[in-house]
């Protein structure tokens, strides 16, 4: 079994870590907040296995990361801890935006990052968001470069389904396009 880890414990980290814990509750999981309480509940919880101090922890802990933090700190995330993640199986986010996020995993030479876009969420907040059902048969969008390795893809797309989503490649300038309107419009 591959060991999971995931920075980011909000309403999506947690949610996942939900999912996975109930499809395989034996899956170590790794995780780093920086909420010492979202850390603390989902230890209590069982959510987690281990909570680390920060991503260069995560990484150093996981075979595949999972990058839940809200869109504009997750390129900076790779950026910083590249060393450490350039050599996970899989690593991940969960971003609305995706062209941008793709462009850092590039610039940072990750053959193993598939971007993602989970198309679920309630106005819940904190640990009472944490759901094992958010993701089910909801749209999942994943993104990839020209550089993602097979076996990366192949992975994200098998996550996608241990959370009881619905798997849809897209161009990450074309999800950015559909979303612009869709999401970012409305909100003007």
């Known amino acids: 079994d591959c060991k999971i880890g995931i920075v ?5 980290g947690g949610s996942i870590a939900a999912a996975l814990k109930r499809a395989n509750p034996e899956l170590v999981i790794t995780a780093c907040d920086l909420s010492d309480d979202l850390c603390r509940q989902a ?10 101090v920060d991503t260069e922890d ?10 839940a933090l809200p869109v504009l700190q997750i390129a900076g995330v790779m950026k910083k801890h ?13 971003g609305s935006l995706k062209s941008e996020i793709v462009i850092a995993a590039n610039e940072c030479e990750m053959t193993n990052f598939v ?8 106005e819940l907040r904190g640990a009472q968001s944490w759901n094992a059902d958010l993701f ?9 470069s ?5 076996q990366a893809l192949e992975l994200a797309t098998e996550l996608v389904d241990i959370l009881g989503a619905k798997s849809l490649s897209i161009n990450p300038e074309e999800h950015d396009r559909i ?6 419009l409305p909100h003007l």
């Open 115 to 122: 971007g993602g876009h989970p198309l679920a969420g309630t």
């Open 8 to 12: 980011g414990l909000g309403q999506i």
């Open 43 to 52: 230890r209590e919880q069982g959510l987690v296995n281990v909570i680390d």
């Open 82 to 94: 590249r060393t450490a993640l350039s050599d996970k199986l899989l690593v991940t986010d969960t």
């Open 136 to 144: 089910r048969n909801a749209n999942y969008f994943t993104t990839k």
């Open 146 to 150: 020209g550089t993602t390795k097979m």
């Open 58 to 67: 995560v990484a150093d802990n996981s075979d595949i990361v999972i990058i």
């Open 179 to 184: 979303f612009a309107v869709s999401s970012n």
